[in-house]
Structure formats: C-alpha cells, structure tokens
C-alpha cells in the first residue's frame, strides 16, 4: 500500500534553533517528493521538489534530503523563525512521466517555533 | 499574477443540502487537481482535470459529488446531497505540467489555493 510517515507528529522549538523532520514512504513507483508548508487556514505551499537522483536541495533555511533507496526524506530547518510556525507535509508521487500517477500525503508535522 | 482562489472560504451546510464549491486556477495551467482533508487525516486526492476533460476520477468517494470544468477555465465541485462525513477543506491547485516526471523537463509544481471548508451539520 502506497503510505507516507512523517515524524514527529508535533515539534516545540524555540527561535533561533535547528530541527529535523522526517519522512519515510512506501510508494511505488517513486517519481518525485515534495515538503509543503502549510500555515493554518492556508493551502501547502511547495518548499522543495526532489526527483530520484537528487540527494539534497536547499531553499533558504529549508534543506530537504532524499536517500530513495531507504525510502526517506528529512526537512532541516536552520535558525528557525516564528514564522516557520506551520505544519510541514512530505508528498510523494507515484508513476511515470507521461503517466498521470498521484501524490501521496502525509499527515504533516507540526511545527511550533517559540520566542 | 493571481494564484488559485477558491471560493466560498467556509460553508455551513445541512445534512442533505447540496453545495458547490469553485476554484479558479492560475491562468493557462491546463491542469486542475481537487483534493481534500477530513479532520485529523491526510489530504487526499479527489479528481485531476486536463483542460475540461477528467483525467483521473479514482479518488471521487462516490456520486455525490460531481467536478466540472467547462471551457476549460474554472472548476466546480458539487455535493449532493450532502452528508456529515463530507466535513472538511477542499483544495484546489493547478499546475502547467503534469506532476508526474521521470524525465528531464521536471516536474509539474503545484500550487494550491487556501481551501474550501465545509461543514456538516
């Protein structure tokens, strides 16, 4: 069955410190990943897209990392914000190009940056 | 640029009302997702439209609901009639290519509008 984890499920943090979240998938075929962020009573907005053969992409303080052969994927936050207050979603697609596939959610983490 | 809107922001329904929700993809993505999130789960995946015609169907939960894309601009999802269990927000996004690549061109980013919540009484 094609399944998303994401961990933790909630995380407290204060300003100025680093975190990890984590995400382990079972989909296959594997076609690409994604982090989302997700400010409440907002949609996901992308972060990252990784494909296959990429191990890591950065997008400001946001590094995802990919080992597609563990199946998992971690999002490291750097000097966390408060504005980094938000649930964080992994979503893998599954399929082929030309083939219309689907993503997979996860149920998020949510992530809490206080002063 | 204007991004995905969606529209209403939050309905209240009745038990065996019917409810429309739009959403207004960015212009010239040819393609338009429905999702949708019931409490404490996952965003799940409704229906993906090429233009006006229905791509993938598979995640529509039953014949209540009814998407449709004519001319190929905005979207529509119907409920009807409505029941408790169809509580929750729908999400529209749009993408100007397909988010599924193995290929060198990349990969489709989706964007997303903020949803349409939708409760059940």
């Known amino acids: 069955k094609n399944q998303v984890e994401q961990s933790p499920q909630s995380l407290i943090i204060l300003e100025g410190k680093n975190c990890t979240l984590q995400c382990n998938y079972t989909v296959s075929p594997f076609s690409n990943l994604r982090w989302y962020k997700q400010d409440t009573g907002r949609g996901p907005v992308s972060l990252t897209i990784m494909t296959f053969s990429e191990n890591t992409k950065s997008n400001g303080r946001y590094t995802a990392t990919l080992d597609a052969d563990t199946k998992q994927s971690s999002l490291h936050i750097t000097a966390s914000q408060l504005s980094d207050s938000a649930s964080y979603i992994c979503v893998v697609t599954g399929g082929y190009g030309g083939s219309q596939g689907n993503l997979i959610f996860g149920k998020g983490t949510k992530l809490s940056v206080k002063p | 640029e204007a991004g995905v809107t969606q529209f209403p922001s939050h309905s209240v329904i009745e038990k065996g009302q019917t409810v429309t929700l739009r959403c207004d993809p960015i212009s010239g993505h040819d393609n338009l997702y429905w999702y949708r999130r019931v409490m404490g789960k996952e965003i799940k995946f409704l229906l993906h439209?090429?233009?006006?015609?229905?791509?993938?169907e598979s995640g529509m939960p039953n014949n209540r609901f009814l998407a449709e894309r004519t001319g190929g601009t905005y979207s529509t999802l119907k409920v009807q009639p409505a029941e408790l269990e169809d509580s929750g927000v729908y999400f529209c996004?749009?993408?100007?290519?397909?988010?599924?690549?193995?290929?060198?061109?990349?990969?489709?980013?989706?964007?997303f509008g903020e949803g349409s919540r939708l409760t059940v009484l």
């Open positions: 439209f090429v233009k006006e015609s229905k791509q993938d």
């Open positions: 996004a749009s993408s100007h290519r397909s988010y599924v690549s193995r290929d060198r061109g990349g990969t489709g980013e989706l964007f």
